[in-house]
């Protein structure tokens, strides 16, 4: 029996209230300053994703470039409402985005998205690359992987406002982030990456995550 192939929730269609969230983040992206962001990234940003967002620690992820609306709904799900609980759980990001303001958030983003991303170069074994290279153009039919440049491009640059960027970024981040989705300790996207993931094995993730670093 043939495994049914996980589809992209924007081909599928998308809950109205995510559609309304999102035409809420393009016109707050809009109105952030990149000079502003600038400043704030120096303060704040700087320490673990470098002054202008490319991160040169691998478990820190990278910035520059990345589309804003993605970034905003980031930075928005990792500030806890008082009393609540982040849409996504971070150690490290829910205390630093806690003295941001909506403006502040907006600014930071509109800097980020005007920064040109360094390319990154993958250590992976020719081997492992080869698997993830076949993920990522073409998924794993047999088991519902679907390619990962449906949504995040040929070249990794994202489909935004919904799939963000992907090339250059650092494998041991992307693997993480894979994990968290896989364990259902993230899940702060439309559902499709915890639905793929289950259907992953470690070798193929960590095969994916090393191919993306070297794309371009």
């Not at 993605?70 to 990792?78: H, V």
């Not at 094995?201 to 371009?216: D, F, W």
């Amino acid at each position: 029996m043939e495994s049914e192939v996980v589809e992209p929730a924007a081909v599928v269609g998308e809950p109205a209230e995510l559609v309304e969230q999102e035409e809420e983040i393009a016109a707050e992206v809009a109105a952030g300053e990149a000079p502003k962001g600038r400043e704030i990234a120096a303060g704040a940003c700087a320490g673990c994703h470098n002054p202008d967002g490319n991160s040169i620690i691998p478990t820190f992820p990278s910035l520059a470039g990345q589309h804003p609306e993605y970034l905003l709904k980031q930075l928005i799900d990792f500030k806890a409402d008082e009393g609540g609980t982040a849409a996504r759980q971070s150690d490290a990001m829910t205390p630093m985005v806690a003295a941001l303001s909506d403006e502040d958030m907006e600014d930071l983003v509109a800097f980020y998205a005007e920064q040109e991303a360094t390319p990154g170069q993958t250590t992976g074994s020719e081997d492992l690359l080869a698997i993830g290279r076949v993920l990522y153009h073409g998924g794993n039919i047999e088991n519902g992987v679907p390619a990962c440049a449906s949504c995040h491009g040929p070249t990794g640059k994202g489909i935004p406002p919904h799939y963000p960027a992907l090339a250059g970024q650092h494998a041991p981040y992307t693997l993480t982030q894979l994990d968290l989705f896989n364990k259902g300790e993230r899940t702060n996207d439309n559902g499709v990456m915890q639905q793929v993931l289950t259907r992953m094995s470690g070798t193929e993730k960590r095969a994916v995550s090393e191919y993306i670093q070297g794309l371009r």
